[in-house]
């Protein structure tokens, strides 16, 4: 069984990224496992002191989650421009580790419009030695909707095509790395 870490880079509940990944792990395809990860709020603040014997329990489970992975999917807002701190915390937790290093990722977006984030976000996932997938781009426009529109438009069996055939290039491309 292959299994795919989901991680919104929102903290925000009603967040159109947590709806998406949500979403993506109701319609994952036959033998693959689609776990969303939700310790995002809970890591503490990057401080290289805090490595190796003085690992934060949070930050290991983050760790063990991407390093147990077979691929990794991003859901990124975009804050000011750039990748919300949340998120590039959690990022830069995994900076001196080997758990992303050479480990397919792909971006998916809950918006049209957040181009300067999905450029940052792709630029310091490559730094980190993410394998990402640039393949069948998945954009479902989810932003300014209410919890329920957002409901509707990912039950829409266009939406969910579209859902799942990117799951399906994505698992793809991870067997073949």
Known sequence: MMSILAISGSLRAASTNNALVAALARIAPPGCHLRVYDGLGRLPIF??????????????????????????????????????????????WLVSRDAAVGKPAMQVHASPRSHFARNALAEIMKTMSFDLFDGQDLTIALLGKRPQEMDEILADAVTIESMRDALSAFSNFVRTR
């Open 47 to 92: 401080n290289p002191d805090d490595e190796g014997e003085r690992t934060p329990q949070e930050v290991t489970a983050l760790i063990d989650a991407v390093t147990r992975a077979d691929g990794v999917i991003v859901s990124c807002p975009e804050y000011a421009h750039g990748v919300p701190g949340g998120l590039k915390n959690a990022l830069d």
